[in-house]
């Protein structure tokens, strides 16, 4: 059974960082494209970053672009969101999701594209 567990969200001033976590079990993990998404009240989910199965190709939403970083660790079956500079508007719940034995670095910013999904945490932003 596939399981992803995101942790580290939680409360912040505006300007802070946060860097969150998702651990994957039962998932080839060096085999899987991942990617982080997120969803606040009233929208849609909406991609944030993704990263390619061997770390080497990342992607990014517009409105993260120079803030955010995603990366992974195949040693550890985990992947990173850090998050800086963190403004009110980036509250949401964070998902990570994962893309089972895909070796290419296209169509990663469209939810349709993941095959598991973890259950989220919540990253808040106060100003």
């Known amino acids: 059974q596939v399981q992803l567990v995101e942790s580290g969200g939680g409360l912040v001033q505006a300007g802070g960082s946060l860097r969150l976590s998702c651990a994957t079990s039962?998932?080839?993990?060096?085999?899987?494209?991942m990617g982080w998404f997120r969803q606040a009240p009233g929208n849609e989910r909406a991609f944030v970053a993704a990263i390619s199965w061997s770390g080497t190709s990342t992607v990014y939403g517009d409105s993260v672009k120079g803030r955010f970083t995603i990366s992974r660790d195949n040693a550890k079956n985990t992947v990173f969101l850090q998050l800086n500079s963190l403004k009110p508007e980036d509250t949401a719940v964070y998902y990570c999701?994962?893309?089972?034995?895909?070796?290419?670095?296209?169509?990663?910013?469209?939810?349709?594209?993941?095959?598991?999904w973890g259950q989220g945490t919540q990253v808040t932003v106060s100003s």
């Open positions: 039962g998932l080839t993990f060096s085999s899987s494209a």
């Open positions: 999701a994962a893309k089972r034995a895909y070796y290419g670095a296209s169509y990663l910013s469209e939810t349709s594209a993941y095959n598991y």
